[in-house]
């Protein structure tokens, strides 16, 4: 079936146009669209978590279906306003740049989780930790997780970040930050966001021992999210 794609501002440059006409298989949901795009698009890697979504008008969630003949439309963030942040980066995590994009005077209580890579696991010293990532999903999945964070709460704002690569110990593997009105609705917020990260997101750590062994640490299998098994 066929579609038709919008792109804006940063969008459309890394689409390299404004609008395209793609054909799509029947009965595609906005992930199956998502996942073709970044694969024929690398540029919009970096921008897809910023991206709000509509189609035809309405703005999507991942699981969304796409029917035939619609406007798919790529919604970078407008001046001055706010979209969840959900990123992957290769180096430090810049920790006060989370934190101020989040702040907001309408939300008296800002709750920022850091996990950092510590020195042992189970009396066994640690040196280092690498993060591997099957990044498209990974983003896609954090992305899913900042929209859909405290569902209900109002005015909530969200920004994670997790660090790939070889990690020294005492450095920050993962930044979680809630700015909410009201500090239940952030402590809540930001205890969800680090369990569905380790539930949901394909991201796996591999310790490095002071002996120059190392082990991969993988425990249960991904789980869905329960709102894609809805």
């Known amino acids: ?8 501002a940063t969008a459309s440059e890394a689409l390299g146009c404004r609008e395209l006409d793609l054909e799509v298989p029947d009965h595609s949901r906005l992930e199956d669209l998502h996942q073709t795009l970044i694969a024929t698009y690398p540029d919009l890697i970096p921008l897809w978590p910023r991206l709000a979504i509509a189609i035809n008008g309405e703005i999507a969630k991942p699981e969304s279906p796409l029917p035939p003949d619609a406007e798919v439309a ?20 810049d920790i006060d740049s989370v934190l101020s994009g989040v702040t907001s005077t309408s939300c008296g209580a800002v709750v920022t989780f850091v996990g950092k890579v510590r020195d042992h696991h189970q009396s066994r010293p640690v040196s280092k930790i690498f993060y591997d990532a099957y990044r498209p999903m990974a983003l896609s999945a954090l992305q899913r997780i900042a929209n859909t964070l405290g569902e209900g709460a109002t005015e909530l704002r969200t920004g994670i970040v997790h660090r790939l690569g070889e990690i020294p110990t005492g450095e920050a593997s993962v930044v979680i930050t809630i700015a909410s009105p009201h500090r239940v609705a952030a402590y809540e917020a930001s205890r969800e966001a680090l369990e569905r990260i380790k539930r949901e997101v394909p991201i796996w750590k591999e310790e490095h021992y002071t002996d120059g062994s190392k082990m991969w640490r993988e425990e249960e299998p991904l789980e869905p999210s329960p709102r894609d098994a809805a």
């Open 74 to 93: 790529l919604l970078p963030p407008v001046s001055g306003g706010n979209s969840p942040r959900a990123e992957l980066v290769d180096g430090p995590i």
């Open 1 to 8: 079936m066929k579609i038709t794609l919008l792109a804006f």
